[in-house]
């Protein structure tokens, strides 16, 4: 469906991206020779305003810079130039920071001529691989790719080697609230315990409940279902439809989850239906795709 040559290459997958960013190029019949391994002065080096990557830990850098100070950087930062001999941040961002207090006044860099688009991509995939990004700076990232470039889900699963259902759940988290996002943000609250919390009437009290009481996840979406059936079923009301056991709802969650979907899951007698929901043509081609596995 998707005829663009630069999201075709994506299906090369992470392995072959990250060898080829971090590699020096040599000179290609026709082009001219791409530096690699130079030394640049720090100060002509900026970061990545776009970089999902936000949060550093200050104790690891200081960590970083120690060794940056015994040993050096062992591993070039990978740039693109933005002007006149002045360069930008593809890669590397946490070695650039750390070698700053490490008192380094140059440092060694390969460069790489890459659009926006590109250097965003890479920038994604080498964080994603090094597991550099918390849930929300991941789905934060992802998004941008979706509204800045036009990626779909499947395109973005391609780039970084995993599921596009891993995809969907990710920008799923982007629906919490902000306070709900600042406690993945630093840690506190797991994507598990987050996404158990996206349908929920109060996603805050909820997600505090989790943290001051150190519920599990599988807690978590107990404490999430009485809430969501309480929305459905208020004080003093019929039920609407007949309460499910505990694996039904389970098998619906952990269903929902691999697929990126709504499924639903219905007994009756010996038999039943399963339901799948989806939202766009994309994703009822996708549904389709996986039951020519079956």
């Given at each position: 469906m998707?005829?663009?040559?630069?999201?075709?290459?994506?299906?090369?997958?992470?392995?072959?991206?990250i060898?080829?960013?971090?590699?020096?190029l040599?000179?290609?019949?026709?082009?001219?020779?791409?530096?690699?391994?130079?030394?640049v002065?720090?100060?002509?080096i900026s970061?990545?305003?776009?970089?999902?990557?936000?949060?550093?830990?200050?104790?690891?850098?200081?960590?970083?810079?120690?060794?940056?100070?015994?040993?050096?950087?062992?591993?070039?930062?990978?740039?693109?130039?933005v002007?006149?001999?002045?360069y930008?941040?593809?890669?590397?961002?946490?070695r650039?920071?750390?070698?700053?207090?490490?008192g380094l006044?140059?440092i060694?860099?390969i460069?790489?001529?890459?659009?926006d688009?590109?250097a965003?991509?890479l920038a994604i995939?080498?964080?994603?691989?090094?597991?550099?990004?918390n849930?929300?700076?991941?789905?934060?990232?992802?998004e941008?790719?979706?509204?800045e470039?036009?990626?779909?889900?499947?395109?973005?699963?391609?780039?970084?080697?995993?599921?596009?259902?891993?995809?969907?759940?990710s920008?799923?988290?982007?629906?919490?609230?902000?306070?709900?996002?600042?406690?993945l943000?630093?840690?506190?609250?797991?994507a598990g315990?987050?996404?158990?919390?996206?349908?929920t009437?109060?996603?805050?009290?909820?997600a505090?409940t989790?943290?001051?009481?150190?519920?599990?996840?599988?807690?978590?979406?107990r404490?999430a279902?009485?809430?969501?059936?309480?929305q459905?079923n208020?004080?003093g009301?019929?039920?609407?439809?007949?309460?499910?056991?505990?694996?039904?709802?389970a098998?619906?969650?952990?269903?929902?989850?691999?697929?990126?979907?709504?499924?639903k899951?219905?007994h009756?007698?010996?038999?039943g239906r399963?339901?799948i929901?989806?939202?766009?043509?994309?994703?009822l081609?996708?549904?389709?795709?996986?039951?020519?596995?079956?």
């Amino acid at each position: 469906m998707n005829d663009d040559p630069s999201k075709r290459r994506l299906g090369r997958g992470l392995a072959a991206l990250i060898g080829e960013m971090d590699q020096p190029l040599t000179a290609a019949p026709g082009r001219s020779a791409i530096s690699a391994d130079r030394k640049v002065p720090i100060e002509l080096i900026s970061r990545n305003p776009k970089n999902p990557r936000k949060n550093f830990s200050e104790e690891e850098l200081q960590d970083l810079a120690s060794s940056i100070r015994q040993h050096g950087i062992v591993q070039p930062v990978v740039v693109r130039t933005v002007g006149d001999s002045k360069y930008e941040i593809i890669a590397g961002e946490r070695r650039w920071r750390a070698a700053q207090l490490a008192g380094l006044v140059e440092i060694p860099v390969i460069i790489r001529d890459v659009d926006d688009r590109t250097a965003l991509e890479l920038a994604i995939v080498e964080n994603v691989q090094r597991a550099d990004l918390n849930p929300v700076e991941e789905a934060m990232g992802y998004e941008q790719l979706i509204a800045e470039h036009g990626y779909t889900q499947n395109d973005l699963g391609e780039i970084i080697g995993k599921s596009r259902s891993h995809v969907a759940n990710s920008l799923r988290l982007l629906k919490l609230p902000d306070p709900v996002r600042q406690m993945l943000f630093d840690g506190s609250l797991s994507a598990g315990h987050a996404r158990a919390l996206i349908p929920t009437s109060d996603p805050v009290a909820l997600a505090k409940t989790i943290v001051n009481k150190g519920l599990s996840v599988r807690d978590a979406e107990r404490l999430a279902q009485n809430d969501i059936k309480a929305q459905s079923n208020p004080a003093g009301s019929e039920p609407k439809t007949p309460e499910k056991d505990a694996d039904t709802m389970a098998l619906e969650r952990d269903l929902s989850n691999r697929l990126g979907l709504q499924v639903k899951v219905s007994h009756n007698g010996e038999g039943g239906r399963l339901m799948i929901a989806y939202k766009s043509l994309e994703q009822l081609e996708q549904i389709c795709r996986l039951l020519e596995r079956v």
